[in-house]
């Protein structure tokens, strides 16, 4: 197992280089097909000196004119969590200073203390904290196959993964994004 991003798991996928692949806010391309498992709950993430932290929750709206990363470079025409937040700005009639990140190593731009990422809670060190959106919107998480060729394993992976994801309340049929 390993942490690749999505466009490049659906990628190996597609070219036979791996079975499946479990990915977050997948763009859906008609050669793979999508299962899905839950949705994840969106937050704000930001630096723990910035601006907006003291809120107990954030809107849209207050993001308005803030500086919002997203996927940039060659990526982003092939990333489904940048298009999603795009989307949602969108429909809310919002405009937010975009920042399209081109590398996902370190530095990330949330150390700057002026940035901040509409996305799933995650571990990026102890100075970046979430702050929940409201209204909440979620993020699918969904298995990743190749159209007509799986494997009977992947069929048995995918009951398997439903079944996980049940047992542990994750849902994937609350309103999405």
């Avoid at 849209?60 to 949602?88: F, H, I, M, T």
């Avoid at 530095?107 to 995650?122: F, I, K, M, S």
Wanted: hydrophobic share 40%; glycine share 6%; charged share 25%.
């Amino acid at each position: 197992m390993r942490h690749e991003v999505t466009r490049d798991l659906q990628r190996e996928v597609r070219e036979h280089h791996l079975d499946a692949a479990l990915g977050f806010c997948p763009l859906e391309l008609p050669e793979l097909s999508y299962t899905p498992l839950f949705d994840e709950t969106l937050v704000v993430l930001m630096r723990d000196d910035h601006p907006l932290r003291a809120h107990e929750r954030l809107t849209l709206q207050d993001l308005a004119g803030a500086r919002v990363v997203v996927v940039g470079g060659k990526g982003a025409p092939e990333s489904g969590y940048s298009l999603l937040v795009r989307r949602l700005f969108a429909d809310a009639g919002v405009e937010p200073d975009y920042y399209e990140m081109r590398a996902l190593l370190p530095p990330h731009p949330l150390d700057d203390g002026v940035t901040v990422a509409v996305n799933v809670e995650q571990d990026l060190g102890s100075r970046i904290l979430a702050v929940p959106l409201d209204p909440q919107r979620t993020c699918p998480f969904a298995l990743i196959c190749r159209t007509g060729s799986q494997r009977p394993l992947i069929g048995t992976f995918i009951a398997f993964a439903l079944d996980y994801a049940a047992s542990q309340g994750w849902t994937n049929d609350t309103a999405r994004a």
